[in-house]
């Protein structure tokens, strides 16, 4: 009877330990995230965006849809932070590095990745290539980047004669400053950033840093559904026709930035969505103000990127 009763014991003692002894090496009891261990994830908005630590009106919806937050659930830090949602690439990259480097101070972080949205990729370009942030910057994901020229800025620049460019531009920042808050906004600076002129420009001096990854996404509208895609059906077609009369653009596109601009590095694709969905457009793919959750898997979509950065630092 002791032997049986010993015997008993002790395997309920070693099948305790082996059930518990993983939760105690790993913490506690506290499960491992896909994310831990990876450096920390600077989220740059593109034009007319936000960030986290932005006082204007439409800061009382999330930009990223909620990512930054989902980001850090699984086990990253995030910072989103806030530039002019007017102003050349130029000045939009030096405000972001200051916040990025008040940042990583404050935490004792030493590298970032980094996700560009539209022109926030350009201006972290900028920033890496030009104001000697490549030390701190392991990767860069660009999604829907303009990165040789959008053929609606070029439209709009055509349009418009040189005499009334200013008089918009000026509309634009009074707008801009009431909704989005700010003093620094330059709308003429941030219409030229986007042409396709204007980026062949800034490609020739902001070149790729060797030491820096850099990963790139594209988004498609099947056609300019009102329905699905309530703001993007408008300036599709005139993205369409700009990409058919380009020899540089292609004619897919979000409707604002064709697929064969996005592309730069490493591009993995175009993103996918649920089948019911007529593609994606500019604002879904980053989920701008949570646009793309009824159209594809926007939190695997967000991990998959950041654990493609991971696993090149």
């Known amino acids: 009877m002791k032997t049986t009763l010993g015997g008993a014991l002790c395997t ?12 105690m090496a790993s913490g506690g009891g506290s499960a491992a995230k896909p994310l831990d261990g990876t450096h920390p994830i ?33 086990g990253a830090s995030v910072y989103a932070p806030t530039k002019s949602a007017l102003g050349s690439n130029e000045d939009r990259a030096a405000q972001m590095k200051s916040k ?15 996700i560009g949205h539209s022109q926030g990729g350009l201006d972290s370009r900028y920033m890496i ?25 070029d439209i709009v620049e055509t349009v418009l004669p040189n005499w009334l460019e200013p008089f918009v531009a000026d509309v634009l920042e009074a707008l801009t400053r009431l909704v989005w808050s700010g003093s620094q906004q330059d709308g003429l600076n941030a219409m030229n950033a986007l042409t396709t002129s204007g980026l062949s420009q800034f490609n020739q001096y ?15 509208m099947a056609w300019a559904d009102p329905i699905q895609h309530p703001l993007m059906w408008l300036t599709h077609p005139a993205c369409w026709a700009g990409g058919v009369a380009s020899a540089v ?44 959750n009824a159209y594809y898997d926007v939190e695997g979509f967000y991990l998959r990127i950041a654990q493609d950065a991971k696993a090149v630092q």
């Not at 309920?12 to 939760?23: E, G, N």
């Not at 630590?53 to 919806?61: E, K, L, P």
């Not at 592309?263 to 989920?287: F, M, P, R």
């Open 100 to 114: 990025i480097l008040y940042w990583m101070a404050a935490n004792g972080y030493s590298k970032v990745h980094v």
């Open 206 to 220: 902001t070149p790729n840093a060797s030491s820096v990854k850099y990963i790139s996404w594209a988004a498609k």
């Open 249 to 292: 653009h292609s004619s897919a596109n979000d409707g604002l930035v064709p697929v064969s601009s996005s592309k730069w590095g490493t591009y993995k694709g175009e993103v996918s969505h649920s089948w019911y969905a007529t593609g994606l457009d500019h604002l879904q793919i980053s989920n701008t103000m949570y646009s793309g």
């Open 42 to 74: 600077v989220l740059s908005h593109g034009l007319f965006g936000w960030g986290e630590d932005s006082n204007g009106v439409v800061s009382i919806a999330n930009y990223w849809g909620g990512m930054d937050d989902y980001l850090r659930s699984e």
């Open 129 to 153: 290539a030009n104001l000697g942030m490549a030390a701190k910057v392991s990767s860069l994901t660009t999604l829907s980047t303009p990165h040789r020229g959008s053929p609606v800025a």
């Open 12 to 23: 309920a003692v070693i099948t305790l330990f082996a059930v518990h002894a993983p939760l």
